[in-house]
């Protein structure tokens, strides 16, 4: 969007741990899946808090891709690499320090994750997942909103109108929902 757009991209940590934190309707692999997921967000917090946004986008990026595309489910129960493996692995794909991993079993960071989670969270309500965006209203306000979810995302003239038509959506009074089935897993490209 940046590249269309006069937008400034700044990324947060979130974590599905704290989301679903005290679930017991989970299945019990999804809770599993919750709990292995505490070390990556407090790895995303401690490149924050050492190295600033920019570092943690980068991470997110690498991460995200592993995860995602690169197909790197460490948390399924025929995962081949451990979550540290990962994350050591975006990590390098970050050009971040290494010892950040540490951060993974460090749960003093726990109360930071929570923070900017509910940071994050907090304006658009718990029953959403993300992404989760905070833009300047058309009064100075603050507008927040999940989504869009779209696959595969669009480019460039096509993103940026997805973009200025999310963001009159999203500035609406009393507007809260456009949805409907997914019927295509993730596209990436």
């Known amino acids: 969007m940046e590249k269309v757009r006069p937008v400034k991209t700044r990324f947060h940590v979130m974590s599905l741990s704290v989301l679903n934190e005290g679930r017991d309707d989970l299945p019990e692999q999804y809770k599993e899946g ?27 990026t ?17 995962a081949t690499e451990s979550v540290h493996d990962v994350i050591a692995a975006a990590l390098a794909d970050a050009g971040l320090p290494a010892d950040l991993l540490e951060a993974a079993d460090n749960k003093d960071l726990d109360e930071a994750v ?23 209203g058309p009064d100075g306000s603050t507008v927040a909103f999940f989504g869009p979810v779209v696959t595969p995302a ?28 997914r019927t295509v897993g993730p596209i990436f490209d």
Not at 38 to 58: H, T
Not at 62 to 78: K, L, M, N, V, Y
């Open 34 to 60: 919750i709990a292995k997921g505490w070390g990556p967000v407090r790895v995303g917090i401690a490149v924050e808090q050492r190295l600033g946004s920019d570092a943690l986008r980068s991470y997110y």
């Open 154 to 181: 669009p480019k460039g003239d096509a993103a940026a109108r997805l973009w200025d038509g999310t963001l009159l959506v999203a500035s609406t009074p009393g507007f809260y929902e456009i949805k409907r089935t």
């Open 62 to 78: 690498a991460i995200g891709t592993r995860f995602h595309p690169g197909g790197q489910s460490a948390f399924s129960e025929d």
């Open 114 to 136: 929570r923070k900017s989670h509910h940071e994050g969270m907090d304006a658009v309500g718990m029953d959403v997942g993300t992404p989760v965006i905070h833009v300047p």
